[in-house]
């Protein structure tokens, strides 16, 4: 009997240790042979979005190293929270990445209970790739220069109205035209679209009368707008005209709007270093970086896995006063 047991018990050992082996071999396979398929980059904003763009570029330079296509797929919704439960919840195998957002991973975390995701836990970080202050936009036919200009005139037209819109309630940018008003003590009212680029074209409609998105409003839009200020810590290249809010005596977040790539977490270790080897190829390319600010005044700057993490990590702690006086003054109202 005794016998039996051990033999039953050998088998048992040989057939788990011989799937685990199959297992095993077969994820060096995949490991070696990826990508065998085209490959998907899951922007959360609209397809007229800033991030949409980037995306299309990156894909655009990966697909000759990766030797396979890569498209670009729209999912908004949420502040970037949709798109984001959506590679959440794709299988970790490589063909379906995430063109992640401060919104999605920083903003909308700090600001729901259960946003359906761990920023943390579900995703495996491969490369920081954007970056650009929130800048501050009006109609060139405003009778303001700067932000603490409209600051006075808003102070001097009491029974006017105000609005400004930086996109979803949940943006970097809304929060930081929110925050700016809110310090100075006057009324403007925000109103909230899909994505910022949405923002800037209520703008010029005249819907708003300030729009908080990134230089490259003013490519997109030419002398029909100006800027009115840089929500940063120093002045830009190219933009050294400009004045910081702080310059202007106003107070407001500075923390920059800014994205990565991840991958839903559990990738096959061959499979992260191959796109995280790729990623850092195109995106420290000066071609790339220049083509990318003449196109969209964004910069590239490259961070790797880890410091991509850091970075997400000092977003959170600097933006978690913000959000929680954002959330006071909602339940204000």
């Known amino acids: 009997m005794k016998n039996f047991k051990w033999k039953k018990a050998l ?44 995306a299309q570029e990156l894909s655009a330079a990966l697909e000759p190293l990766m030797g396979q296509r890569i498209i670009v797929q729209a999912k908004s919704g ?81 029974n006017k109205n105000f609005a400004f819109s930086g996109g979803p309630a949940l943006s970097i940018h809304s929060l930081c035209g929110g925050e700016v008003f809110h310090n100075a003590g006057v009324k403007v009212k925000g109103i909230f679209y899909d994505d910022a680029a949405a923002a800037g074209a209520a703008m010029l409609a005249g819907d708003t009368d300030v729009a908080m998105d990134s230089f490259g409003t003013l490519r997109k839009y030419g002398d029909q707008v100006k800027i009115i200020g840089v929500f940063g810590d120093h002045r830009y290249p190219g933009f050294e005209n400009v004045a910081t809010v702080a310059e202007q005596g106003l107070k407001a977040p500075t923390v920059r709007s800014w994205s990565g790539i991840v991958a839903p977490k559990g990738l096959p270790a061959g ?51 913000p959000i929680q006086r954002m959330k006071e003054r909602q339940q204000a109202k």
């Open 78 to 158: 949420g502040a970037s929270g949709v798109g984001t439960k959506i590679v959440k919840e794709s299988r970790p195998d490589g063909y379906t990445l995430l063109h992640a957002w401060i919104a999605g991973f920083v903003m909308v975390p700090l600001q729901e209970a259960n946003p359906g995701y761990n920023v943390f836990e579900d995703f495996e970080f491969l490369a920081y790739f954007t970056e650009s202050p929130v800048v501050a936009f009006s109609r060139s036919d405003k009778p303001w220069n700067t932000l603490a200009q409209m600051v006075e005139y808003i102070r001097s037209n009491p």
């Open 11 to 54: 088998v048992l050992g040989l057939v788990v240790g011989m799937f685990l082996l199959q297992a095993s071999l077969g994820t060096c396979a995949e490991d070696k042979g990826y990508p065998r398929k085209s490959i998907t980059i899951i922007e959360p904003w609209g397809a007229q979005s800033w991030g949409f763009l980037q």
């Open 271 to 321: 499979v992260r270093n191959k796109l995280s080897q790729a990623l850092k190829q195109v995106l420290t390319n000066k071609d790339f970086q220049d083509k990318i600010w003449k196109n969209m005044q964004w910069f590239v700057v490259y961070k790797d896995p880890e410091g991509f993490k850091e970075m997400v990590k000092v977003s959170l702690d600097q933006m978690k006063a």
